[in-house]
């Protein structure tokens, strides 16, 4: 059972334009998220976070809007950047499935590809 | 300064080899993870240390051992693996660990293992 899913494998962007990574979960116990990006043969760069208790965070050109509602976030980066190009994962973490906080649960990543 | 250093780079060992992968964070962090990443596929928790006790781990089969010899310091020692163990092993470490509800884990740049 895949809790926390990227359903867009692939995401190509103009250079400048804005990219909008998406991530859904299906635990409600999940209560804090992150987004990691990763080149390959590297690890996981964090990036920025968001708390249960908040909607929206932003950091530079990198922002997270959380909708706990429909068990969704997404990542904006604007304006991008051919240096952004990269596998992105989400992941979340909270008190689910009887595990402590942990743990973090990945969702399978979505390329990001920015094109100059 | 979020660095986390991981020895070797890259490892071949035989089924019959005992090797180990070491891992340092020099940030105060009191909690400290191993992670097995597949190609294409996200990152795997395998164990949690808070405090240089182990605290979680994911039903590893025992040929993965791993040791917490200080905060400072991780291995996981290796034997008789099997070629599916083939894997990107990452390190992480986060300030509190799985007591606290938003602690963020930076990852180290990984060990790639290849099982002969």
């Known amino acids: 059972d895949q809790q926390v899913k990227q359903n867009s494998p692939s995401l190509s962007v103009q250079e400048g334009r804005i990219s909008i990574l998406n991530c859904d979960y299906t635990n409600s116990m999940f209560d804090y998220f992150l987004w990691y990006k990763k080149y390959p043969a590297e690890g996981p760069t964090f990036l920025i976070s968001?708390?249960?208790?908040?909607d929206k965070n932003e950091d530079g050109r990198f922002t997270v809007f959380l909708n706990k509602s429909a068990k969704h976030l997404s990542l904006h980066i604007v304006p991008s950047q051919p240096g952004d190009s990269a596998v992105y994962f989400c992941?979340?973490?909270?008190?689910?499935?009887?595990?402590?906080?942990?743990?973090?649960?990945f969702g399978q990543g979505t390329i990001l590809t920015v094109h100059p | 300064d979020t660095e986390v250093t991981q020895t070797p780079k890259h490892l071949v060992m035989g089924m019959t080899n005992k090797k180990s992968l070491k891992c340092e964070q020099h940030?105060?962090?009191?909690?400290m993870y191993w992670y097995k990443q597949k190609a294409k596929k996200p990152p795997e928790l395998m164990f949690v240390y808070s405090y240089e006790k182990l605290s979680i781990n994911e039903s590893v089969p025992s040929r993965f051992s791993p040791e917490c010899p200080n905060s400072s310091l991780l291995n996981l020692h290796l034997h008789a693996l099997q070629p599916e163990d083939s894997a990107l092993y990452l390190c992480a470490s986060s300030q509190e660990g799985p007591n606290s509800r938003t602690d963020t884990q930076y990852f180290g740049p990984g060990t790639r293992l290849t099982v002969l």
């Open positions: 992941a979340a973490s909270g008190r689910a499935g009887g595990t402590s906080y942990g743990k973090l649960t």
């Open positions: 968001i708390s249960s208790i908040k």
């Open positions: 940030m105060g962090h009191r909690a």
